[in-house]
Every structure is written in C-alpha cells, then in structure tokens.
C-alpha cells in the first residue's frame, strides 16, 4: 500500500520496523531492495523506537480481533485494509495534536508529539 499510494515518490521511503524475523529474512530484504526502499529497524528490543508502528497493530488486535476469529484471508485482509483506513484517514490522535495522521503528514507546521526521554533505557534503581 505504501508504495503504491505514496504522494511523495521522489523521495526515499524508509520501512521501519523491530526486529522480527520476519523482517530480516533474506527474502523480505531483497523486496526492500528490489523496491529501493531504505531498512531501519529498532535498537534493542526498546519498544519507544516502535511505538507509531505498533500502535496499529495493537487497535488491530484490540479493537478489531483480528487475532481471535479464523476468518480467512480475504475478510482478515479487508478488516485490517478498513482498519488502517479509519486510524489515518478517521481518527484522531492525541500525539498528532488532534489531527488525523494523513491531516498531519499533508502539513508541515507541527511537530509531533513525543514521550520518551533522553536516556530512558538507563538502569534506574528505586527503592520501594
């Protein structure tokens, strides 16, 4: 969907994503190079770096179960398409200042919102 439905084709498109092996099989890598797509993925299993991206996947499984019926592909398929249809296009975001994520990617004024801290993944120790 990201390649075909991109406004911007003449600047590189980065897929990020953790570290699952899915995404560093040898086959998923060569469909990113083959498509000139740049590969980011996260640093240490820390789950800020990925926040955006599971973000979906979560209202997917929660609010959607696509995870808890065995519907077969073709209606997985268009729950999941309708699914990331109402999260950009529909839905609002707090960390987008109320803006849906294609309201804010179209503009270029505001900068989104983050909530992790500088060196965050340090050890910190508290006593209870």
Do not use: W
């Not at 996947?57 to 995870?67: A, H, P, S, T, Y």
């Not at 987008?96 to 004024?109: A, D, E, I, R, W």
Request: glycine share 2%.
């Amino acid at each position: 969907m990201a390649l075909k439905q991109r406004k911007y084709s003449h600047l590189q498109l980065i897929h990020h994503s953790d570290r699952g092996i899915q995404y560093c099989a040898n086959e998923y890598q060569e469909e990113l190079i083959k498509n000139k797509l740049s590969c980011s993925m996260t640093q240490n299993s820390d789950p800020y770096e990925n926040a955006i991206a599971e973000r979906i996947n979560g209202i997917l499984k929660q609010e959607f179960n696509i995870d808890k019926y065995n519907q077969g592909a073709k209606i997985t398929n268009q729950i999941i398409k309708e699914s990331v249809t109402i999260y950009n296009e529909i839905r609002p975001h707090y960390s987008n200042y109320m803006l849906t994520p294609n309201q804010m990617h179209s503009q270029n004024k505001t900068k989104m919102r983050t909530y992790k801290t500088k060196n965050s993944s340090k050890n910190v120790f508290t006593t209870v």
